[in-house]
């Protein structure tokens, strides 16, 4: 592997920083943390360098301002490639532009309709400038989607494949009030489709109708889960042609937050859709160190049905990890290795689901600290079972 040099914008963010200590462990590549502040910049690289010798020191910080296209573009010459992990889609344009001015391969963490129509808007920008730009990539979004192709390679058909996850992170705070106003901005985009009898409609909103309850295991138990509208999901039916049924959904972690908070944040936006983001996102702050519980970790299962060698097969996978961040980039390093090596380094726009090698990525997910169960029941049909 030829040695890279990665930036990760908002390198000493917790996204940021635990992405560059995989990295570090599993690739050659040199990296630049940046962020609008030099000194939290150069202090973490300082810190990540510390095992290493004076003249292997692969860390350097670096002040970028993702909503300054010059400050990106000075940060941006020499790098081979940039990790977005910052609260910063409302500047997705300008890091798309500074990409694409200096000829820098992409990937984001981010969660947000607007970047999604962004990125979109300069689909043909970057494909004829021979880019590979990677989105949608991290846990949610980034890994239901994989987990649902992983799934598909156990089956001949597979005619359902519901993906649901549960998230408590015990309190672990984003470090910038940013990421958390971005946090609240995007309810204003929650959708709730689901993919059932081979076509998308909308959840029910006023009854339980399309609510979905599994248990996720010794460690979450049985839990609600309510649906909502991964873009990455969008593209599975197409993906996978014999699905009839699929969907993303998230469990009830907390009752305060699911059925106070999070309706609140929904009204207060749409009445004030600017005025209320920083006040709802102060309020989250506080709900967040105030309302944790344990037990604390993340875990994403996927339900499936099929068949496989003429007998009905159902499956289940679950992934669980004890830190919701370390579950947010290990599916980021698992994906990089595979650009690195070359095998997934397309031009073109990407989503991480859709792109990746799935065995191959669970395979490293798995290697790099997530706990997988896998439980399959073959001449099992599940209407018989109802
Ligand atoms: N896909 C997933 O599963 C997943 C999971 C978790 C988080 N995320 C996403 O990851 C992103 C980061 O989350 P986080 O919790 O790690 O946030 P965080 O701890 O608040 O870190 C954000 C970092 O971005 C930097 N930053 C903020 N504004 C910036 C700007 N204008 N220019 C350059 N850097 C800027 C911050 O530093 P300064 O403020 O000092 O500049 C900080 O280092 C968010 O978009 C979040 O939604 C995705």
Redesign the pocket.
């Known amino acids: 592997m030829s040695q890279k040099t990665i930036l990760i914008?908002?390198?000493?963010?917790?996204?940021?920083l635990a992405l560059a200590h995989l990295l570090l462990q599993e690739t050659n590549a040199r990296l630049i943390l940046?962020?609008?502040?030099r000194k939290?910049a150069e202090n973490s690289a300082y810190h990540l360098n510390i095992p290493f010798e004076p003249n292997e020191k692969r860390v350097t910080g670096l002040v970028?301002?993702?909503?300054n296209v010059e400050s990106l573009k000075q940060a941006f010459q020499g790098v081979d490639f940039v990790v977005v992990?910052?609260?910063?889609?409302n500047?997705a344009k300008e890091v798309i532009t500074a990409a694409l001015a200096i000829g820098v391969d992409y990937l984001d963490?981010?969660?947000s309709r607007e970047k999604l129509e962004t990125l979109r808007a300069w689909k043909d920008d970057i494909e004829q400038a021979g880019r590979c730009f990677i989105t949608e990539?991290?846990?949610?979004?980034?890994m239901p989607a994989a987990l649902v192709r992983y799934a598909a390679t156990f089956f001949d058909c597979m005619d359902q494949a519901v993906a649901s996850s549960v998230v408590n992170l015990g309190g672990t705070l984003?470090?910038?009030m940013?990421?958390l106003y971005?946090?609240v901005e995007e309810f204003k985009n929650y959708d709730s489709y689901i993919f059932k009898e081979g076509g998308w409609r909308e959840a029910s909103s006023t009854t339980m109708r399309d609510m979905y309850r599994t248990d996720f295991g010794p460690e979450f138990g049985k839990r609600y889960c309510a649906p909502m509208l991964l873009e990455e999901m969008v593209a599975l039916p197409e993906i996978i042609p014999t699905l009839r049924e699929t969907g993303f959904y998230i469990a009830d972690t907390n009752l305060v937050a699911s059925w106070g908070l999070f309706p609140l944040i929904m009204l207060g936006l749409k009445f004030w859709p600017k005025r209320a983001v920083k006040p709802l996102g102060k309020l989250l702050y506080w709900s967040y160190k105030l309302l944790k519980a344990p037990p604390y970790g993340v875990a994403l299962k996927v339900e499936a049905h099929g068949e496989k060698d003429g007998k009905a097969k159902d499956l289940e996978i679950i992934l669980t990890h004890k830190d919701?961040?370390m579950f947010?980039v290990i599916p980021v390093a698992a994906c990089l290795l595979q650009y690195l090596e070359g095998s997934i380094q397309k031009q073109g726009l990407w989503m991480l689901g859709h792109l990746v090698d799935p065995t191959r990525l669970i395979y490293d997910v798995e290697r790099l600290g997530a706990t997988l169960r896998t439980r399959e029941q073959i001449g099992f049909s599940r209407d018989s079972a109802h």
Not at 34 to 37: I, K, L, Q, S, V
Not at 64 to 67: C, S, T, V, Y
Not at 85 to 89: I, K, L, N, V, Y
């Open positions: 914008l908002g390198g000493y963010g917790n996204t940021g940046a962020g609008r502040n939290k970028a301002d993702a909503a992990a910052s609260g910063t889609t500047y963490v981010q969660y990539a991290g846990f949610h979004p980034g984003p470090k910038s940013d990421t971005e946090f919701g961040y947010t």
